[in-house]
């Protein structure tokens, strides 16, 4: 080849030649699986693992989830310089006077597709440490215009980083949250701040008599220091002795009535009170007597989260080498995440959960964590390339293995780390069959090796031709799209190759290939009322626009394979 503007020759073997795309250009993805595991009942959907370079990847997403997102956890790049794995750190050379600008750039192409993906009430969060943490709360303010943005510090290395002055414990996670929305559920309070947090089970103030409530005038049985029994509603000439009446067995009849001696009543009726036993707990007054509070079971998350639980080196690091043999710098402890994503979707057992920065895939980890703890059904998408470690890829190059080849691959962060961590902590096996060992901390304290009744899928992202996809011989690339846009419920079943249209037994989604048998698949949809997508090929938009009109309203309904190339031909950035 002769190089541009002149020169000598210069002879490359093919090894050395890169294909360029220019990155104003229009792609058009498909998606390839590279395998799936199927833990969980089949009505449950499948969590998706891709492969993939995260902004032709969110390019992707607007096509199938625009408006959908619940919740956008990542953690990107920290830019710090260090030369390990490129994807956790080294985003440009710290020695680079342009670099906080490159980096910039680089998170605001994907926070403004970013946007787009959320749902009205949907939430970013974004991880950060001190080192861009001031230019990407500014790049936020920008892109999410009213939205308000918090930054939570979180303690995730008790031990410190020495720097200059300081040492440094603790990152950020920024919370992008649409203005005035009240989407961050109540956190779940430790059993030391519950006995902090308490409040007397006895009313007070106006409407707080006997009186007011005959239901609620009833005697609590204590036994030491401990709620043993309640008692029935007092009758109305019953007047106790005091509020504290010592019985001949030991036990202690409290009532609710003050230091005044006014019969006041109790917080809950009788009928209702069995129900907070376990939250009552008993005080002594300065007076010797005893009286009964409630403790707080939630309280509102707080800017500084500081627990042992959250410590990357224990929860992260040492958990990822446990479930995969593999040393991974800087993973997220996955209770770090766990907590971020109880904050968002604890209240959205359906939620959508989307990672682009995926890393080690901590994101997923937590996702199922959490639905085993209060048995939703979210899901979680996770978009992570398979880049090699600087120092073994210049190693792999000079031995002759060049990426792209299986031995450079195997080597790369998706190979390597993301699918055997996954897979691992899906299965509760590591890589080698031996059982992990340990459990997880809170909830039920259930053991590692349980694994988890979850659906994981693997999936390559790979570029179409257009016109190609035009002519309806893609198919097969598109297909695994259409599944995970209409929920990823089901085994999809073998590409139809044949078939007028194919409606999948236990998915939500149908595809009429050929419009001249429209009638015969709307009468197939009548049968199917668990059908939430169609897809209708069809090179005429005022024939799609007749058949969309006789179908069912709720449907969700799109034209192939006009919307699909629309999609990209639109969702490009020119350059610069």
Known sequence: ???????????????????????????????????????????RPFHAVM????????????????????????????NTGARDWKYNNRFVDSNDVWRHSKWLSMMEKRLRLSRRLLRPDGVLVVTI??????????????????YAITSVAI???????????????????????PSGAKVIAQRRLTEEEKKTNTSNLRNWGGESERTDARNCFYPIYVKGESVVGFGDVASDEYHPAGANVRKADGRVEVWPIDEKGIERKWRYARQSVDEVRAQLIVTTGRDHSLNIHIAKETGPFKTVWQ?????????????VKEFTGTEFPFPKSLYAVYEVLYAVTVLRPN????????????TLHATWLLNTLDGGKRRCILV??????????????QSGSYPGSPSFEANGIFEKVTIPRVTAALAGRRPDGAAAEGKYKGGDERSYSSGFEENLEFFRLDYLDSELVDLGSQFEAIFPILWLTAGGVGSRGPTPTSAAFFIPEDSHFGVLLHDSQFPRFRRALEKRSDVTHVWLVTNSPEGFADMRAALPSHLSVRMLYRDYLRNFRLNVEAPK
Do not use: W
């Open 351 to 362: 939620a959508l959960i989307l990672d682009f920065f995926a890393g080690s895939g901590t």
């Open 155 to 177: 303690v995730h290395n008790p031990r410190g980083v020495q720097g200059d002055n300081f040492s440094y414990n603790n990152e950020f996670a920024v919370f992008v949250i």
């Open 51 to 78: 492969n993939a370079e995260n902004y032709h990847a969110l390019q992707l997403f607007l096509f199938m989830y625009e408006g959908q997102v619940d919740c956008i956890y990542i953690d990107p790049p920290y």
């Open 384 to 397: 992570t390339n398979n880049e090699v470690e600087d120092k073994t890829a210049r190693a792999l190059i």
């Open 1 to 43: 080849m002769t190089p541009e503007g002149g020169g000598p020759q210069v002879s490359l073997g093919i090894p050395d030649l890169v294909s360029v795309k220019p990155f104003g250009e229009p792609i058009f993805p498909g998606l390839t699986s590279t395998g799936r595991i199927q833990r969980g009942p089949v009505d």
């Open 307 to 319: 627990d042992k639980r959250l410590d990357a080196s224990v929860y992260g690091t040492q958990l």
């Open 129 to 146: 440490d001190e080192n861009e943490h001031a230019h990407l709360v500014m790049l936020l303010e920008s892109v999410f215009k009213g």
